[in-house]
């Protein structure tokens, strides 16, 4: 059995874009969890009062307002899931496992990751919003280019170690 266990990189060695696709990703994810999303504007009467948010003070001003299931969904497909996709990503790359092993986490890997746009959607959703409304601007950030940079190129590196999973269990 400890035979037929190994690393995907053993069955690839030449392929090192994927370490560095995966440390690209966890650069954006950091940075873009990090730096501003999104700044609102809210013009009262002569005043303009405007926030800017990052995805972390946001879900502190979710729980603050008591949208606690909010912030929690935010939290955890915002924070939790990107980085555990990630080092999940890295497991199966770099440690020995069966191929039923590495498939069980890839096919989970991908029932998550259709959740992963969320909070992209929604600042998406937020910014449509507001440009509807006469009182309030709505203007997105760089670490919303950043956040979503990073999903993207996290859902591209999954598609292409699950191809080379797919491909070595057909040899």
């Known amino acids: 059995m400890s035979k037929?266990?190994?690393?995907?990189?053993?069955?690839?060695?030449?392929?090192?874009e994927i370490l560095l696709?995966?440390?690209l990703c966890f650069i954006?994810?950091?940075?873009?969890l990090s730096l501003p999303i999104v700044t609102v504007e809210k013009k009262i009467l002569w005043q303009s009062v405007q926030n800017t948010y990052s995805v972390a003070s946001g879900i502190v001003d979710l729980a603050k307002q008591g949208d606690y299931v909010l912030a929690t969904v935010v939290f955890f497909f915002?924070?939790?899931?990107?980085?555990?996709?990630?080092?999940?990503?890295?497991?199966?790359?770099?440690?020995?496992?069966?191929f039923e092993e590495?498939?069980?986490?890839?096919?989970?890997?991908?029932?998550?990751?259709?959740?992963s746009m969320l909070d992209v959607f929604a600042v998406a959703i937020l910014v449509v919003l507001a440009k509807?409304?006469?009182l309030t601007t709505v203007e997105p950030r760089v670490g919303i280019y950043?956040?979503?940079s990073s999903i993207l190129f996290s859902?591209?590196?999954?598609?292409?170690?699950?191809?080379?999973?797919?491909?070595?269990?057909?040899?």
């Open 28 to 32: 954006l994810l950091i940075t873009g």
């Open 102 to 115: 590495r498939m069980r986490v890839l096919h989970w890997l991908g029932i998550l990751g259709k959740w």
């Open 146 to 148: 950043f956040f979503g």
């Open 132 to 134: 509807l409304r006469t």
């Open 155 to 171: 859902m591209i590196t999954t598609m292409t170690i699950d191809l080379l999973a797919r491909k070595h269990a057909r040899s």
């Open 21 to 23: 696709l995966l440390l």
């Open 78 to 98: 915002s924070m939790i899931f990107p980085f555990a996709k990630l080092l999940s990503l890295l497991v199966i790359w770099l440690v020995k496992l069966s």
């Open 4 to 16: 037929n266990k190994k690393s995907l990189k053993e069955f690839y060695p030449g392929r090192n």
